[in-house]
């Protein structure tokens, strides 16, 4: 009982420690690896190699199928390049098995004391985490000898023996229980190398141990397509296509089977050998024969799995991926793109205001409340989303990020409620009451709102690029708001002096609604002061310095 813990436990730790280093690099090097997934990917070649290189990077083939299906999910690949970086997964994952097998018992002592020497001292820079990535590999050295050393007394035992004696060599069986094996140890490269020992021992034979392997790869398949269940239909389709090619790939091999391991066994080679140089022959070449096939299987998964259309009245957050959650450079640009869709939302909303206030249109009410809906769930979403995220693990840099997010959808949340508020007492003015602004009131109001949606605009941009010269331009842009606000409510108390009739009946509604636009404004300025603190705090003082008058005399109305 104590050996067969120790062996789950061995595996165990291989699996923890093939974590611990995709989560590291994705860490360190996720920008430059979603780039290099992302972009130039149109030729089918190149897709291929990209997903042998990230493979081989992250040590995980699921790892790669996170990131590609992620990247499908949000629109930012299409099918077929997808399907052929899964074929570059399959082949990256042999290679490192391959790798794996050498002799590297000096280097895990070595990799997890410098590791954990790095990580501890240096944990929110750059190489903390590769002193992280250094543990991870030290685990997986280390965990795959106690495999082997675990596997040999429970190979001895007789049970084991006649267990495994059931395993004839029906393909089918064998490639069951591999992927039994891969599912159980959630990892193929656990699986195959578990199989290797086992060949290795003599407890079953080189036919069982490649009907293993084959299972092994199909496993991975099931595993990444059930991983998906939470994703897009888009996501899905690319782990679909992955475990249809692994699935081809055991049919095709069936007639071959028999005389190809009959070949092997007259070689005179290590069993353990054999296995994993069959892994890495047999995924190398099902997937270069299988490239072709990209465009014909991305037609296929896409009939198999068709998209539907969201009927959902609510919005739904597009980009705010679970899987990119252990990444933070991915994950907080996710959560950028989606706080930039309530900017979007903003906007329309600003829109249906100057809409009213100039009279081209009157039933806004359901429109407005539904935008202000959408809004209020894309917030949440967000909001949770970055809760999810490992606060103690962000660099001081991703920490920053993190909190102008917030701070900016916590903004863009609060200007949706005060616009929805604001058309509702404009409506009611105009269906209740039946008063209108006077015209020059309503000049007035219509050239604030005008220079609030441009505020908005370029907002949006400076926390977007966190560029100090917009962000200075903001705040000149907001003192002259400020300026323009003071001088129209003295304008209008003129007009109230003067007893315009017009001016009197809406007198209050037009002093709120000037100063619920000051309270926008401030708003959505906001972004300005994170960017600059952090780069030129100088630039807030001509805030306090540059006198209202001049402002005004220089820009006018």
């Known amino acids: 009982m104590l050996t067969l813990l120790n062996l789950l436990s061995a595996v165990a730790l291989l699996i923890w420690g093939t974590h611990i280093v995709r989560t590291g690099i994705l860490r360190v090097y996720g920008t430059a690896l979603r780039r290099l997934l992302s972009q130039n990917m149109s030729r089918r070649p190149l897709a291929f190699i990209a997903g042998i290189l990230v493979t081989a990077v992250v040590q995980s083939s699921n790892a790669t199928a996170m990131l590609t299906t992620s990247f499908v999910g949000q629109g930012l690949m299409a099918l077929t390049p997808a399907l052929a970086i899964m074929l570059g997964a399959d082949v990256g994952t042999a290679l490192m098995s391959r790798v794996l097998t050498f002799d590297l018992s000096w280097l895990s002592p070595l990799l997890i004391f410098l590791g954990v020497i790095f990580f501890l001292s240096r944990k929110q820079t750059r190489l903390g985490q590769m002193g992280r990535v ?74 069982v141990a490649i009907g293993l392997v084959i299972g092994a790869n199909v496993g991975s398949g099931l595993l990444a397509f059930m991983s998906t269940n939470m994703q897009n239909t888009a996501g899905r389709q690319v782990a679909l296509g992955s475990l249809l090619y692994k699935l081809l790939g055991l049919i095709l091999v069936i007639p071959v089977l028999d005389p190809l391991a009959h070949w092997m066994d007259s070689l005179n080679y290590d069993p353990q050998a054999l296995v994993i140089g069959f892994h890495v022959i047999y995924n190398s070449l099902r997937c270069v024969i299988m490239l072709p096939s990209v465009g014909w299987m991305s037609r296929l998964c896409a009939w ?35 706080t930039l869709r309530i900017g979007d939302i903003i906007e329309a909303m600003l829109g249906a205001m100057g809409n009213v206030l100039r009279g081209t249109q009157t039933a806004v009410t359901q429109q407005v409340r539904s935008l202000n809906d959408d809004a209020e769930a894309l917030y949440s979403s967000i909001k949770l989303y970055l ?68 505020n908005l605009r370029l907002g949006l941009s400076v926390f977007l690029s966190g560029d100090p010269e917009s962000a200075r331009q903001l705040l000149r842009e907001k003192r002259r708001f400020r300026a323009q606000e003071r001088r129209l409510a003295h304008a209008h108390v003129s007009r109230l002096q003067r007893k315009v009739v017009q001016s009197i009946e809406t007198s209050s509604l037009h002093l709120e609604l000037i100063a619920d636009m000051k309270r926008l404004n401030s708003l959505f300025c906001g972004s300005a002061y994170v960017v600059l603190e952090n780069t030129d705090t100088g630039a807030l003082l001509p805030e306090r310095q540059q006198p209202v008058d001049e402002l005004d005399v220089n820009h006018p109305a």
């Not at 916590?410 to 003015?429: F, G, H, P, T």
């Open 387 to 454: 809760a999810q995220m490992p606060r103690e693990d962000l660099g001081e840099q991703d920490s920053r990020r993190w909190a102008e997010i917030i701070e900016l959808a916590i903004n863009l949340k609060l200007s949706a409620d005060l616009i929805e508020r604001m058309l509702r007492k404009v409506q009611q003015q105009k269906t209740s009451q039946r008063r209108s602004f006077s015209e020059v009131g309503l000049e007035e109001l219509a050239g604030l709102h005008s220079q609030l949606l441009a």
């Open 134 to 207: 250094g543990i991870g590999l030290g685990l997986i050295i280390l965990a795959l000898q106690l495999i082997v050393e675990a596997a040999a007394p429970i190979t001895q035992a007789q049970g084991v023996k006649v267990l495994f004696a059931s395993l004839t060599g029906d393909i089918l069986l064998d490639a069951l229980v591999g992927a039994l094996f891969a599912m159980v140890s959630y990892s193929s490269l656990a699986a195959v190398l578990l199989t290797a020992t086992l060949a290795e021992a003599g407890v079953i034979s080189l036919p």
């Open 304 to 338: 198999m799995l068709p998209q539907r259309p969201d009927t959902q009245g609510s919005a739904k957050p597009r980009h705010l991926d679970p899987a990119a959650l252990g990444t933070p450079s991915l994950a907080l640009a996710n959560a950028v793109r989606e």
